[in-house]
């Protein structure tokens, strides 16, 4: 076994064996390291976190990102998001976790490090733990057995303190029922909508009062800033012709990017989940023991789900849709794909709970042979190529420029034809510009007489000089007098619309709301029902639908109309429904799995921000800047 791992040690499975440690242990082994040392990025409580712990962890979570969108990812989307913040305070996090087990007195034995190890598939062979194996694997990622069992130490610790402490949560009886009546508590509303397009009519437009309109909100009729400019500009398309690519190239392109080009194994399947916690792990396990027993006998799987299921897939049937192996949690993945077609699997344990598993359908992995793909690679290759040259050229011709002394003397001396502009503002981008909203918004910053730096755009590159500029203009009324009766006319509609529905929701403060609404021949709507986990308030803003649970039967109107754009809605509590005491008992057991779940996250969490609080945590700042 030895021998064949060390002839497979730069084979595509050992490199897989040696991916699955690594995704197993995302932030392994932090916080074991003394000392803040120099190329610590922080440090907690004396303990180093280092460059490389840190890089590694970035360097995962990053990759976790791609695989999530597919591999496509903004340029600028790690500092957007403010990844290395996110992946600085989890190592820190992680660090803290096992400082406070140590204080707790919490350890992981030998005899827990050596069992966790023997039950890891990655080092079995045929079933059993295969010590050669173990090696093999440990030298193919570079570990020593000594520093894999420390790292394996730390996150045992991290996994039994976490756990400790969530053992601390407790669901009270009263939390059930409030939470559930909180959730499943249905309203239904009566309303009325004035809408600004039916007071049009009323309004009346003369001279004075536009005027007056225009005086209050000349601010919204500024122009807005504008540039006129000289430019060149730098086009990848225009040196791809030129762009010679070897067919041995292509052929090797090919190979490096293989992966692009291989679509893996997916399969389709059906699952049972039965939800587990700590109080009824006995009796779910030997629920799911006699729904197998049904499924293996011949009743319909599909059935069973929509039955039994605790997943959102059982509406469904339990139909999960068509997955690959890495989509799912390591012990499904394993069963699924263990299976036949048509074949149910044993009762499988995943962090979820207990799951049956029937494989309805498989589609083999396959790879697109260079041929089908080679037209896109040589593409690919010479805009790649291209890009390059395109750079080169433009920052040949930056130079020049700066060497002599202006754009317009270096458009002399090589008799180079310059592009121009009219002058044009942000929401009136000339065609040949258009496309490019970064290199407007640095236009736009620059000042009249000034040369840009060399600017990026997806075409290619531009230098830019503004010749002159205009700065934001107030017109006078008589430009902009059409616009400006417009205007007028809309937010007089809108205000007559709000001020008839203040009106209303003032008068019937002391009457009846059918009665007062007929009397005034307006139409009354009626919602049907709906609660917070079911907002089916059909034909309402969220808004409304959100403000109903703030009224009361002894409150039953809003302090104040709700403004919905060119709608206003007077609205009234009609009726409230309560769930029934057969409801609750059918969702008691994942509502308190549901609140337990939350009391151990509120419970960690406060527990994190205590340690937080009386730790010593110095942050390196510089491996933080962009």
Not at 105 to 110: F, K, L, N, R
Request: hydrophobic fraction near 35%; charge should be neutral.
């Amino acid at each position: 076994m030895l021998d064949f791992l060390r002839r497979k040690a730069q084979s595509t499975y050992l490199q897989a064996t040696v991916i699955i440690i690594i995704l197993v242990f995302v932030f392994w082994g932090v916080g074991t390291n003394q000392g803040p040392g120099r190329n610590a990025v922080a440090t907690v409580n004396g303990q180093a976190i280092t460059f490389q712990e840190y890089n590694k962890a970035y360097e995962r979570t990053m990759d976790q990102y791609q695989a999530r969108f597919g591999g496509n990812l903004p340029a600028d989307f790690a500092k957007t998001i403010g990844l290395k913040k996110q992946v600085l305070d989890q190592l820190i996090q992680t660090s803290l976790i096992r400082q406070g087990g140590r204080e707790m007195g919490i350890y992981a034995s030998d005899e827990e490090i050596q069992d966790y190890i023997r039950n890891m598939q990655v080092f079995q062979d045929n079933g059993e733990f295969d010590v050669e194996r173990y090696n093999a694997v440990l030298r193919g990622s570079r570990l020593t057995p000594k520093k894999f069992e420390t790292g394996m130490r730390a996150d045992i610790l991290s996994g039994t303190t976490t756990r400790r402490i969530a053992a601390f949560a407790h669901v009270l009886d009263s939390e059930l029922w409030d939470k559930f009546l909180y959730e499943h508590e249905e309203r239904r509303l009566e309303y009325v909508v004035f809408n600004a397009a039916d007071f049009i009519d009323k309004v009346v437009v003369n001279e004075e009062s536009l005027t007056d309109f225009f005086d209050k909100n000349k601010n919204d009729y500024r122009t807005l800033p504008q540039v006129k400019l000289k430019y060149l500009s730098f086009f990848a398309a225009d040196e791809t012709a030129a762009v010679k690519i070897e067919e041995g190239d292509i052929e090797d392109y090919y190979q490096q990017h293989i992966d692009q080009y291989s679509v893996p194994e997916t399969r389709r399947a059906r699952h049972i989940l039965l939800r587990v916690t700590d109080k009824n792990k006995a009796e779910q396990e030997k629920k799911a023991a006699d729904i197998l027993q049904r499924a293996e006998n011949g009743e319909d799987f599909a059935t069973l789900a929509k039955q039994f299921s605790d997943d959102g897939s059982a509406a469904n049937g339990g139909d999960l849709g068509f997955f690959s192996k890495k989509q799912m949690v390591r012990p499904f993945a394993e069963a699924a794909f263990r299976l036949k077609k048509g074949e149910i699997s044993d009762i499988v344990r995943t962090r979820f709970g207990f799951h049956i598993i029937k494989l309805e359908e498989i589609k083999p992995g396959k790879t697109t042979p260079l041929a089908e793909v080679r037209d896109s690679i040589l593409r690919k290759m010479k805009e790649e190529q291209a890009q390059t040259a395109v750079f080169a050229k433009a920052n040949e011709t930056y130079e020049k420029i700066i060497l002599s002394g202006s754009l317009a003397k270096y458009a002399a001396d090589n008799k180079v034809k310059i592009a121009e502009t009219k002058f044009f503002s942000k929401d009136s981008v000339p065609p040949e510009l258009s496309g490019n909203p970064d290199l407007i918004q640095t236009v736009f910053s620059l000042k009249k007489g000034e040369l840009s730096s060399l600017l990026e755009s997806p075409k290619g590159y531009y230098i830019v000089y503004v010749e002159d500029f205009k700065g934001p203009e107030t017109p006078s009324f008589a430009e902009v007098k059409e616009r400006v009766e417009k205007d007028y006319i809309t937010a007089e509609s809108r205000r007559l619309a709000k001020e008839a529905a203040e009106k209303l929701l003032t008068g019937v403060r002391d009457g009846n709301f059918a009665t007062l609404c007929g009397e005034q021949g307006l139409t009354v709507a009626a919602s049907e029902f709906f609660s917070r986990s079911r907002k089916l308030g059909k034909g309402l803003p969220a808004g409304v639908v959100n403000e109903a649970f703030n009224l009361s039967e002894k409150n039953p109107l809003p302090k104040k109309v709700f403004d919905n754009k060119d709608k206003f809605y007077v609205f009234h509590l009609r009726e409230i429904k309560k769930p029934t005491d057969e409801e609750f008992a059918a969702q008691r057991e994942t509502i308190e799995a549901d609140i337990e779940r939350e009391n151990q996250f509120n419970l960690i969490s406060a527990w994190l921000e205590y340690l937080r609080g009386k730790a010593e945590i110095t942050i390196n700042k510089q491996f933080l800047q962009d």
